[in-house]
């Protein structure tokens, strides 16, 4: 393997946390694979940009020669995450869970290394707790360590309320690390306290306490909220490039930075630079977010493919044209209504210009989809063969016979 400070520099290159002080090199300098720990609640449909900077956290342990150990979290996804807002917190069905997994699952397969990857699921190990596993686990806390969380705090503040069942979060997340002793766990920012508590577990059950590594947060396409599909200002790593391209050509350009660094690659110094340029003027900030644009969408799909996007960008934003190459989506049969009138939610859906249905019922009342350039003013609509429906600014499809 490596020298210890070699991998330390490649590993930690986004990390902004690191705890306890100095146990990560220590361990690196143990000279043996490290069993790396990152947990993932299938919580909805999409693996986004977000997700995509914690993954590359974990493939640079792989590629230092370290075993990445992904939890599926089927179990914890069905109790909720306290740290979502309120709003967007909810229970999920296993079947639900079950669904949202198969999507992740093949972003799993291109994002790390299939050699050095070990994929477990933490029902393996919380589905068959008893009323006394679960005693003895909240034995090791008190309400007022719980307390400490800065999310419970501020809930408990506003007088909001918080139910047992989100108590029990942190510890079953703490508990994965106990089952598959984790030498460093790691994760977003909002999950540092929720590492430490898995790494107190395993010290009061004989295992050495894991190091902890966190990444900053991406903010999401409205420069304000982190990225997450509940709230919807997110990129999912599967959108077309043309999509892509459009979304992050959206981004405020104050975020601009952060998404240099973490969803673009750029190192520090480089983005200094863009920073500077920026700041007196030589580097215009909207040919700087076209440079962006181009790199993320040659991430995933290409240089050729990014500069085709921009230019699709062009075409469709500075020439105010429709796209030639509309995709067509017949009406299906669910849709119909004994009126004549269609369900656009269920069209929507179908031609894959939005993720659900709920997402669609939220674009129309926004004024966001459009029928032949008009805006859809409800869910149920005459829509005529050769109807050019649109959602947003760069999502199409054009309504063919059945």
């Known amino acids: 393997m490596k020298p210890a400070d070699e991998q330390l520099a490649h590993i930690t290159k986004n990390v902004d946390v690191s705890l306890p002080e100095g146990a990560l090199l220590a361990l690196l300098e143990e000279d043996r694979?490290?069993?790396?720990?990152?947990?993932?609640?299938?919580?909805?449909?999409?693996?986004?940009?977000?997700?995509?900077?914690?993954?590359?956290?974990?493939?640079?342990?792989?590629?230092?020669?370290h075993i990445a150990v992904l939890i599926v979290g089927d179990f914890t996804a069905q109790v909720g995450d306290p740290s979502e807002a309120a709003g967007t917190r909810k229970r999920l069905s296993a079947e639900e869970v079950r669904g949202y997994a198969d999507n992740?699952?093949?972003?799993?397969?291109?994002?790390?290394?299939?050699?050095?990857?070990?994929?477990?699921?933490?029902?393996?190990w919380l589905g068959s707790l008893d009323m006394h596993d679960v005693l003895e686990l909240t034995s090791d806390f008190t309400v007022a360590q719980i307390m400490d969380r800065d999310d419970f705090t501020k809930r408990w503040d506003a007088s909001e309320p918080i139910s047992m069942i989100e108590f029990?979060?942190?510890?079953?997340?703490?508990?994965?690390?106990?089952?598959?002793?984790?030498?460093?766990?790691?994760?977003?920012?909002?999950?540092?306290?929720?590492?430490?508590?898995?790494?107190?577990?395993?010290?009061?059950?004989?295992?050495?306490?894991?190091?902890?590594?966190?990444?900053?947060?991406?903010?999401?396409?409205?420069?304000v909220?982190?990225?997450?599909?509940?709230?919807g200002n997110y990129i999912s790593v599967h959108d077309d490039a043309d999509d892509m391209f459009g979304k992050v050509m959206s981004i405020p350009d104050e975020a601009m930075l952060g998404w240099y660094q973490l969803a673009a690659g750029a190192d520090a110094s480089e983005v200094e630079g863009i920073e500077a340029g920026l700041g007196d003027g030589s580097l215009h900030p909207g040919e700087a977010?076209?440079?962006?644009?181009?790199?993320?969408?040659?991430?995933?799909?290409?240089?050729?493919?990014?500069?085709?996007?921009?230019?699709?960008?062009?075409?469709?934003?500075r020439a105010k044209e429709v796209p030639d190459d509309i995709p067509g989506h017949a009406i299906p049969d669910e849709a119909r209504r004994e009126d004549g009138t269609v369900s656009l939610p269920i069209y929507l859906e179908a031609?894959?210009?939005?993720?659900?249905?709920?997402?669609?019922?939220?674009l129309?009342?926004?004024?966001?989809?459009?029928?032949?350039?008009?805006?859809?003013?409800?869910?149920?609509?005459?829509?005529?063969?050769?109807?050019?429906?649109q959602v947003g600014k760069r999502r199409f499809a054009r309504v063919t016979p059945a």
């Open 289 to 317: 977010k076209r440079e962006l644009g181009r790199r993320i969408v040659g991430l995933y799909w290409g240089e050729d493919a990014a500069g085709e996007a921009e230019a699709a960008f062009d075409k469709l934003f």
């Open 364 to 389: 129309i009342k926004e004024g966001a989809v459009k029928l032949n350039g008009e805006k859809a003013e409800a869910e149920f609509v005459e829509l005529e063969d050769d109807t050019t429906v």
């Open 225 to 231: 909220k982190k990225m997450s599909q509940s709230i």
């Open 104 to 124: 992740l699952l093949p972003m799993v397969e291109e994002s790390l290394l299939s050699e050095n990857l070990e994929i477990r699921y933490n029902s393996e």
């Open 351 to 362: 031609a894959d210009l939005v993720s659900s249905r709920s997402e669609a019922r939220r």
């Open 168 to 223: 029990m979060y942190p510890l079953l997340q703490g508990m994965d690390s106990v089952a598959v002793e984790a030498d460093v766990e790691i994760g977003g920012s909002d999950q540092l306290w929720n590492l430490l508590v898995g790494r107190d577990l395993q010290e009061r059950r004989g295992q050495a306490g894991q190091a902890v590594a966190t990444v900053p947060l991406l903010v999401g396409t409205d420069g």
């Open 33 to 65: 694979p490290l069993r790396v720990k990152l947990g993932v609640d299938p919580t909805a449909p999409d693996v986004t940009l977000g997700w995509a900077v914690v993954f590359d956290l974990l493939r640079r342990f792989q590629e230092m020669g």
